[in-house]
């Protein structure tokens, strides 16, 4: 495996896709994304969000990927752009999501830092422009 940080987000990404497309939390197996985050990586969710708090590890990593499969019934990604590289990208994604609760949907943007360190990710940062609009979304019908 590449330990240039686009090859291994580029690789993520894929492998995340290929996670969801086999059934993602509870039925797909996380090994299809382990080799790309560090076993002690670190993905820091805005506490305002369902999902929010900090997700420590591969083990954090496969919870974190069930609250947000119990949270979204759908959450398709519309477009994605690059804004910067090194050692730490910078990701603005636009993201259609459906509530599994409530049946609505919303498109938002996130902005996310991610740090890559030998080969793997080892810290994420998202940003979300209005985390009131996801929790209502997510909680009122």
Known sequence: MTTDPMSVL???YAAE????AAGGPGKASFDLLAPYFSPDMVLHQAEALPYGGTWRGHDGMERFFLAMS???AAFDLLDQDILATGDAIVVRTVVRARSRATGRELTFPIL?????????ITEVYPFYWDTAAIADICTNP
């Open 112 to 120: 996310q830092t991610i740090t890559v360190t030998d080969g793997r």
């Open 10 to 12: 580029t690789g993520m």
């Open 70 to 72: 119990e949270c979204w």
């Open 17 to 20: 896709a290929e996670y969801l």
